[in-house]
Nanobody, 124 residues
């Protein structure tokens, strides 16, 4: 599976961005996609995850109510709509994928496929 992330950029505090993660080569409909982010000097952290089978999405507490993960099934795209952005949201955002669903969905090591990352910068 190849993942292509896009949509990052520079935005002011309170602004919005929508990230896209396009998957190709997926061989099963039982598949999960997650977004992680990594700020300079920090570990990669979980942001949101969704399962293609329709299970409820999961979010990190730090983004609940501001970020929304959604799916475009026809085009194999997972979006991360980010609203009310804060400077602490500044990071490189990565999309990740795996077949099936892991109860440890917040752990990067449980994902087999990764996109190249897209930079999100929120200015104060």
């Amino acid at each position: 599976v190849q993942l292509q992330a896009s949509g990052g950029g520079l935005v002011q505090t309170g602004g919005s961005l929508r990230l896209s993660c396009t998957a190709s080569g997926r061989e099963s409909s039982d598949y999960s996609t997650a977004w992680f982010r990594q700020a300079p000097g920090k570990e990669r952290e979980f942001v949101a995850a969704t399962r293609w089978s329709g299970a409820l999405p999961r979010y990190a507490d730090s983004v609940k109510g501001r970020f929304t993960i959604s799916k475009d099934r026809a085009n194999n795209i997972v979006y991360l709509q980010m609203n009310s952005l804060k400077p602490e949201d500044t990071a490189v955002y990565y999309c990740a994928g795996r077949y099936g669903w892991s109860v440890a969905y917040t752990t990067p090591e449980n994902y087999n496929f990764w996109g190249q990352g897209t930079q999100v910068t929120v200015s104060s």
